[in-house]
Nanobody
C-alpha cells in the first residue's frame, strides 16, 4: 500500500504551499493520517496528524498556527496547508497512515503505510 504525496516545490519565506496525500482505495476509517518531515542531516520529525474518521488535529509546536491538516473523504485525500513558511521548514515531507492510538500518533513507528515524499524548499 503506497500513499501518493505531492505539492512540494520552491517558495520564498512567508509564502504558502499545499501538500496533498492521496490514499489508495482501502478502508482507513479509524487510522491516523499524518505528515512527517525530514530535513537534511536530521531525523524524521512529526508535523501534523488527523484521524481519518474525524476528531482533533495534532500539530508539532513548530508549525502550530501556520500549518493546517485537513481531509476530503470523497477524494480520499489529506492536505497540509502550509502558510508563513520559513527556511527551517525546508525538508522532504512524507504522509503516512497507521492504526495508532492517540498517544502514539506523533511517533513515526506507529505508521505502517508511507508515501514517497515531496520536497519543500523555502528560500530566505
Amino acid at each position: 500500500v503506497q500513499l501518493q504525496a505531492s505539492g512540494g516545490g520552491l517558495v520564498q519565506a512567508g509564502g504558502s504551499l499545499r501538500l496533498s496525500c492521496v490514499l489508495p482505495g482501502r478502508t482507513f476509517s479509524n487510522y491516523f493520517i499524518a505528515w512527517f518531515r525530514q530535513a537534511p542531516g536530521k531525523e524524521r520529525a512529526f508535523v501534523a496528524a488527523i484521524r481519518w474518521s474525524g476528531g482533533p488535529r495534532y500539530y508539532a509546536d513548530s508549525v502550530k498556527g501556520r500549518f493546517t491538516i485537513s481531509r476530503d473523504n470523497a477524494k480520499n485525500t489529506v492536505y497540509l496547508q502550509m502558510n508563513s513558511l520559513k527556511p527551517e521548514d525546508t525538508a522532504v515531507y512524507y504522509c503516512a497512515a497507521g492504526n495508532a492510538i492517540t498517544s502514539e500518533s506523533m511517533r513515526s513507528q506507529a505508521y505502517v503505510y508511507w508515501g514517497q515524499g515531496t520536497l519543500v524548499t523555502v528560500s530566505s
